[in-house]
T-cell receptor, first 114, second 115 residues
């Protein structure tokens, strides 16, 4: 039931763009995105609650395709500070409401070089 | 600056000993989560509470783990007896609503090593 993230790792140069995908086999109520730097706690980036919803956070945005049970995180014009492990957390849909808990993907390691 | 606090930050103990980890959620948050993170298993949900009531602890080994929330400002996770396979980073997170409808905010974690 764990969502599947792809790619597992990505290496960028500053200024390049990246897309991280998150796919679930279950109907979803919401998708959360978090970033974790080495030795630190995960940090909340954004939550997507509605099918097709897109949210933005500086140069980081995300989309949620409810029908496909997929979400994508878009990082544009990457900066060194974007380096870290990105996790999606999915909340299952229980007939229009949520089960109330997140299941996290295995993470995508993003490395940005100067 | 509101943040989740956890104590201790590091704990080294011997197999068979009791370990207690504490968490103070962000004031006003009504949902508290306990996670365990390892390289092999990733980030796993152990238990969570809403308005101090336990909602789900299916992720916890029942025979040795217990989680409680004696008041709104304190959540505890206890392991008794501890085993080497319990070595991991344990995170507490808090939020508003089910699954933290506005996101979950993580504490710095407790790094547990069981020898």
């Amino acid at each position: 039931q764990q969502p599947v993230q792809s790619p597992q790792a990505v290496i960028l140069r500053e200024g390049e763009d990246a897309v991280i995908n998150c796919s679930s086999s279950k109907a979803l109520y919401s998708v959360h995105w978090y970033r974790q730097k080495h030795g630190e706690a995960p940090v909340f980036l954004m939550i997507l609650l509605k099918g097709g919803e897109q949210k933005g956070h500086d140069k980081i945005s995300a989309s949620f395709n409810e029908k496909k049970q997929q979400s994508s995180l878009y990082l544009t014009a990457s900066q060194l500070s974007y380096s870290g492990t990105y996790f999606c957390g999915t909340e299952r849909n229980a007939g229009g409401t949520s089960y109330g808990k997140l299941t996290f993907g295995q993470g995508t390691i993003l490395t940005v070089h100067p | 600056d509101a943040r989740v606090t956890q104590t201790p930050r590091h704990k080294v103990t011997e197999m068979g000993q009791e370990v207690t980890m504490r968490c103070q959620p962000i004031l006003g948050h009504n949902t508290v989560f306990w996670y365990r993170q390892t390289m092999m298993q990733g980030l796993e949900l152990l238990a969570y509470f809403r308005n101090r009531a336990p909602l789900d602890d299916s992720g916890m080994p029942k025979d040795r783990f217990s989680a409680e929330m004696p008041d709104a400002t304190l959540a505890t996770l206890k392991i008794q007896p501890s085993e080497p396979r319990d070595s991991a980073v344990y995170f507490c997170a808090s939020g508003l609503g089910l699954a933290g409808g506005r996101g979950q905010f993580f504490g710095p974690g407790t790094r547990l090593t069981v020898l």
